[in-house]
């Protein structure tokens, strides 16, 4: 009962991470979630699979300003207040050189991946302040360490969240509000699907078996398992640790 009486907004909580995170959150007494994503029906499924009265669900785009506003503003209508706002949502964009690499996938990764988390922040601070701290927890990647070809937009995106945690714990310091970020090595769901088949179209298998190689544990992350680095850094545990960048990968980056 780790997060007993604590109150969370996921992000992208329909998605593989984020609703393995509320999994986990309610096995450890969270007294409400508030799951976010673009697609009701989505969301249906994912409270459907949670199957619990402390969950709901919002549709909001997080690259907007007025949706974040409305989920952070149902959060606290909900639950009286926000004590874990993990910003998980992210899009992997298209898989191309630079040269090639469309301008408005560019734009939209750079919105949903970076700006949807400034506005979390932007919005959930002031209610953080005014009920005495809070943990928010962003979802970079190993992208936000090392580079990989074809995927710049993400990449570029992932590096930029390192500043948006680094000032984030600095402003949120003196209110009690802890902001870290979770680096994972690819995860074994949705999201790896996709980039294997941009990278090896019509060969995703071998793909996977490519990027496999550069891990030394030589397998993916599993979504459970950096929900458990989430519920760590969501509990009072980590009470002392902020503006730390948390990475797991298998070894990947060492
Ligand atoms: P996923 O695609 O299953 O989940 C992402 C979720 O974000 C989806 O449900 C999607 O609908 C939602 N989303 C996308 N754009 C949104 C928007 N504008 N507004 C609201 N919701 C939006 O993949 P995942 O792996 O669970 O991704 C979660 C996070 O983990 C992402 O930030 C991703 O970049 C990061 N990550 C993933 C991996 C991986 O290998 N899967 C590795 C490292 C980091």
Redesign the pocket.
Same mark, same amino acid.
């Given at each position: 009962m780790r997060l007993k009486n604590k109150s969370a907004v996921i !992000? $992208?909580g /329909? %998605? $593989?991470? %984020?609703l393995a995170s509320a999994e986990k959150m309610l096995a450890e007494g969270v007294k409400g979630i508030l799951l +976010? #994503?673009? &697609?009701e029906e989505?969301l249906k499924k994912a409270v459907a699979e949670l199957d619990s009265d402390k969950v709901s669900y919002v549709t /909001? #785009? +997080? *690259?907007k300003n007025e949706d974040v506003k409305k989920y952070t503003e149902k959060a606290v209508e909900l639950y009286g207040r926000i004590d874990i706002l993990f910003l998980? /949502? $992210?899009?992997?964009g298209e898989v191309k050189p630079i040269t090639e690499y469309p301008e408005k996938m560019y734009d939209k990764v750079m919105d +949903?991946?970076v700006k %949807?988390v400034w506005l979390g922040m932007k919005h959930a601070f002031p209610y953080m302040k005014e009920s005495g701290g809070g943990s928010i927890i962003i !979802?970079s *990647?190993v992208a936000g360490i090392q580079g990989t070809a074809n995927v710049s937009a993400y990449v570029t995106s992932k590096h930029a969240l390192a500043g948006v945690r680094k000032v984030g714990a600095l402003e949120g310091a003196e209110h009690n509000i802890r902001v870290n970020s979770i680096n994972?090595s690819? +995860?074994d &769901?949705? =999201? =790896?699907r996709s980039l294997e088949e941009g990278f090896a179209p019509g060969n995703a298998e071998q793909a996977k078996k490519s990027f496999e190689n550069t891990i030394p544990l030589k397998r993916y992350g599993k979504n459970e398992e950096i929900a458990d680095l989430a519920v760590f850094l969501a509990s009072d545990e980590s009470q002392f640790i902020t503006g730390a960048r948390h990475v797991i990968d298998g070894g990947m980056t060492v």
């Amino acid at each position: 009962m780790r997060l007993k009486n604590k109150s969370a907004v996921i !992000t $992208g909580g /329909a %998605g $593989g991470i %984020g609703l393995a995170s509320a999994e986990k959150m309610l096995a450890e007494g969270v007294k409400g979630i508030l799951l +976010v #994503d673009l &697609n009701e029906e989505d969301l249906k499924k994912a409270v459907a699979e949670l199957d619990s009265d402390k969950v709901s669900y919002v549709t /909001a #785009d +997080v *690259s907007k300003n007025e949706d974040v506003k409305k989920y952070t503003e149902k959060a606290v209508e909900l639950y009286g207040r926000i004590d874990i706002l993990f910003l998980n /949502a $992210g899009i992997e964009g298209e898989v191309k050189p630079i040269t090639e690499y469309p301008e408005k996938m560019y734009d939209k990764v750079m919105d +949903v991946n970076v700006k %949807g988390v400034w506005l979390g922040m932007k919005h959930a601070f002031p209610y953080m302040k005014e009920s005495g701290g809070g943990s928010i927890i962003i !979802t970079s *990647s190993v992208a936000g360490i090392q580079g990989t070809a074809n995927v710049s937009a993400y990449v570029t995106s992932k590096h930029a969240l390192a500043g948006v945690r680094k000032v984030g714990a600095l402003e949120g310091a003196e209110h009690n509000i802890r902001v870290n970020s979770i680096n994972p090595s690819p +995860v074994d &769901n949705r =999201m =790896m699907r996709s980039l294997e088949e941009g990278f090896a179209p019509g060969n995703a298998e071998q793909a996977k078996k490519s990027f496999e190689n550069t891990i030394p544990l030589k397998r993916y992350g599993k979504n459970e398992e950096i929900a458990d680095l989430a519920v760590f850094l969501a509990s009072d545990e980590s009470q002392f640790i902020t503006g730390a960048r948390h990475v797991i990968d298998g070894g990947m980056t060492v």
